[in-house]
Protein backbone atom coordinates (compact mmCIF):
# COMPACT_ATOMS: atom_id res chain seq x y z
CA UNK A 1 0.00 0.00 0.00
CA UNK A 2 1.34 3.20 -0.94
CA UNK A 3 0.63 6.84 1.01
CA UNK A 4 1.11 9.89 -0.04
CA UNK A 5 1.14 12.44 3.13
CA UNK A 6 1.33 15.89 2.80
CA UNK A 7 1.57 18.50 5.01
CA UNK A 8 2.27 22.81 5.81
CA UNK A 9 -0.64 24.10 4.69
CA UNK A 10 -2.58 26.66 6.99
CA UNK A 11 -3.77 30.16 6.74
CA UNK A 12 -1.28 33.03 5.56
CA UNK A 13 -1.66 36.82 5.21
CA UNK A 14 -0.87 38.15 1.24
CA UNK A 15 3.01 38.38 0.80
CA UNK A 16 3.46 35.51 3.07
CA UNK A 17 5.58 31.94 2.62
CA UNK A 18 4.72 28.93 3.66
CA UNK A 19 6.33 25.32 3.10
CA UNK A 20 4.27 22.37 1.69
CA UNK A 21 6.06 18.85 2.21
CA UNK A 22 4.58 15.63 0.97
CA UNK A 23 6.62 12.22 1.87
CA UNK A 24 5.44 9.05 -0.31
CA UNK A 25 5.65 5.82 2.04
CA UNK A 26 4.83 2.08 1.63
CA UNK A 27 6.13 -0.86 -0.89
CA UNK A 28 7.58 1.61 -3.23
CA UNK A 29 10.34 0.35 -6.08
CA UNK A 30 11.19 3.75 -8.08
CA UNK A 31 9.70 7.20 -8.60
CA UNK A 32 9.97 9.34 -11.31
CA UNK A 33 8.19 12.40 -11.43
CA UNK A 34 6.43 14.51 -7.89
CA UNK A 35 4.64 17.55 -8.62
CA UNK A 36 2.10 19.28 -6.94
CA UNK A 37 -1.12 20.76 -8.42
CA UNK A 38 -4.27 23.05 -6.69
CA UNK A 39 -7.60 23.44 -7.14
CA UNK A 40 -9.84 26.06 -6.11
CA UNK A 41 -13.50 26.08 -6.01
CA UNK A 42 -15.48 25.62 -8.82
CA UNK A 43 -12.06 25.48 -10.78
CA UNK A 44 -10.45 22.76 -12.50
CA UNK A 45 -7.14 20.96 -10.86
CA UNK A 46 -4.11 22.38 -12.09
CA UNK A 47 -0.95 21.86 -12.02
CA UNK A 48 1.30 24.27 -9.91
CA UNK A 49 4.98 22.42 -10.45
CA UNK A 50 6.56 19.15 -11.53
CA UNK A 51 10.07 18.18 -10.99
CA UNK A 52 11.65 14.94 -12.51
CA UNK A 53 13.80 12.00 -10.94
CA UNK A 54 16.68 14.18 -12.10
CA UNK A 55 15.50 17.62 -10.69
CA UNK A 56 14.40 18.99 -14.22
CA UNK A 57 11.60 21.91 -12.90
CA UNK A 58 8.12 22.77 -14.67
CA UNK A 59 6.20 25.35 -13.50
CA UNK A 60 2.48 27.13 -14.04
CA UNK A 61 3.44 30.58 -15.89
CA UNK A 62 1.48 31.83 -12.25
CA UNK A 63 3.85 30.74 -10.16
CA UNK A 64 7.37 30.98 -11.48
CA UNK A 65 9.28 33.21 -9.25
CA UNK A 66 7.87 32.82 -6.17
CA UNK A 67 7.22 29.28 -6.20
CA UNK A 68 10.26 26.27 -5.25
CA UNK A 69 9.77 22.59 -5.92
CA UNK A 70 12.54 20.52 -4.47
CA UNK A 71 12.74 17.04 -3.81
CA UNK A 72 14.75 14.45 -1.37
CA UNK A 73 15.44 11.38 -3.40
CA UNK A 74 16.25 9.16 0.06
CA UNK A 75 13.16 10.67 2.02
CA UNK A 76 10.72 10.33 -1.17
CA UNK A 77 9.88 13.60 -0.69
CA UNK A 78 8.68 16.66 -2.28
CA UNK A 79 8.33 20.48 -1.18
CA UNK A 80 6.99 23.46 -2.16
CA UNK A 81 8.18 26.32 -0.99
CA UNK A 82 5.97 29.28 -1.93
CA UNK A 83 6.90 33.16 -1.41
CA UNK A 84 4.84 35.83 -1.66
CA UNK A 85 1.76 34.66 -1.62
CA UNK A 86 -1.51 35.68 -3.28
CA UNK A 87 -5.12 35.21 -2.25
CA UNK A 88 -5.24 33.86 -5.70
CA UNK A 89 -2.97 30.84 -4.76
CA UNK A 90 -5.94 30.01 -2.08
CA UNK A 91 -7.20 26.38 -3.19
CA UNK A 92 -6.40 22.81 -1.98
CA UNK A 93 -2.93 21.65 -3.34
CA UNK A 94 -2.52 17.49 -3.66
CA UNK A 95 0.48 15.80 -4.41
CA UNK A 96 1.16 13.63 -7.02
CA UNK A 97 3.87 10.66 -7.55
CA UNK A 98 4.59 8.85 -10.82
CA UNK A 99 5.82 5.64 -9.04
CA UNK A 100 6.45 1.99 -9.42
CA UNK A 101 5.74 -0.62 -6.82
CA UNK A 102 6.71 -3.53 -8.71
CA UNK A 103 9.40 -4.70 -11.50
CA UNK A 104 7.04 -5.69 -14.45
CA UNK A 105 4.45 -3.06 -13.62
CA UNK A 106 4.12 0.33 -15.06
CA UNK A 107 4.13 3.74 -13.50
CA UNK A 108 1.07 4.77 -11.84
CA UNK A 109 -0.07 7.92 -10.63
CA UNK A 110 -0.67 8.41 -6.75
CA UNK A 111 -1.78 11.17 -4.77
CA UNK A 112 -2.38 12.50 -1.56
CA UNK A 113 -5.48 13.50 0.36
CA UNK A 114 -4.84 17.43 -0.28
CA UNK A 115 -3.60 20.37 1.96
CA UNK A 116 -5.58 23.49 2.44
CA UNK A 117 -3.98 26.61 1.09
CA UNK A 118 -5.74 30.16 2.64
CA UNK A 119 -4.02 33.46 1.48
CA UNK A 120 -6.07 36.20 3.48
CA UNK A 121 -6.18 39.28 5.21
Known amino acids: QVQLVESGGGLVQPGGSLRLSCAASGRILNINAMGWYRQAPGKQRELVAA???????NYADSVKGRFTISRDNAKNTVYLQMNSLKPEDTAVYYC???????????????WGQGTQVTVSS
Open 96 to 110: NAELKVRVGLSYADY
Open 51 to 57: ITSGSST
